[in-house]
């Protein structure tokens, strides 16, 4: 016996109408990817400057100097809006151990005070972000050499060491030359951890 076929008279189904993707739909649909977009804009708050938290500076070079017996300096006296915001030890360009520290100025610079024995000329060259010796500066009774970066922006002074036990600094500021004069004359001597 044999059975009968069957001839499936159903239509297929019609596709929907969001998924022909017509002008109105795709506008409808932009319009609110832009106001979710907004949304999230307004939302979300925007920082202009990130301030760093301060660090001890002092405290630092004290430990540094008990432990490796180099001789640093750090400013004292400077008075409200200098803030030092790093204070490190580590080998820096060459391997040389170099005490590092960096201050918020009160015009909102900064200031990077490098500090090293047996600094070698890449040191200082690297110190003061390959900038151009443009002749010294004399502050207080120290005589500093004077450097100047490519773009003017930077401005180094360099006091390179006089002696077996001294130490050479490289100071570099993005602020004012008055404000990098007051810092380095500043500058005294630390005395280490007991």
């Not at 239509?11 to 832009?34: H, Q, T």
């Not at 804009?41 to 925007?46: F, M, T, Y």
């Amino acid at each position: 016996m044999t059975v009968p076929e069957t001839v499936s008279t159903t239509e297929a189904p019609r596709p929907s109408r969001y998924s022909l993707g017509s002008l109105p739909n795709m506008l409808r649909s932009l319009l609110f990817i832009g106001l979710l977009v907004a949304a999230l804009v307004a939302l979300v708050p925007r920082v202009d400057e990130v301030h760093r938290p301060a660090v001890d500076a002092l405290a630092k070079a004290r430990i540094t100097m008990t432990q490796t017996g180099v001789p640093l300096e750090l400013p004292q006296g400077l008075g409200e809006g200098w803030v030092p915001t790093v204070a490190t030890y580590a080998p820096g360009t060459a391997n040389v151990p170099t005490f590092t520290t960096v201050w918020e100025t009160p015009a909102g610079g900064d200031i990077a005070l490098k500090e090293a024995t047996d600094a070698t000329d890449g040191w200082v060259a690297r110190s003061v972000n390959d900038g151009a010796r443009d002749g010294s500066v004399n502050v207080g009774a120290r005589t500093f050499e004077r450097y100047v970066s490519r773009s003017g922006s930077q401005v180094s002074y360099v006091e390179r060491a006089s002696g077996s036990d001294a130490t050479t600094l490289a100071v570099t500021g993005t602020t004012t030359e008055d404000e990098l004069k007051a810092f380095v004359a500043a500058l005294r001597e630390v005395t280490p951890a007991t």
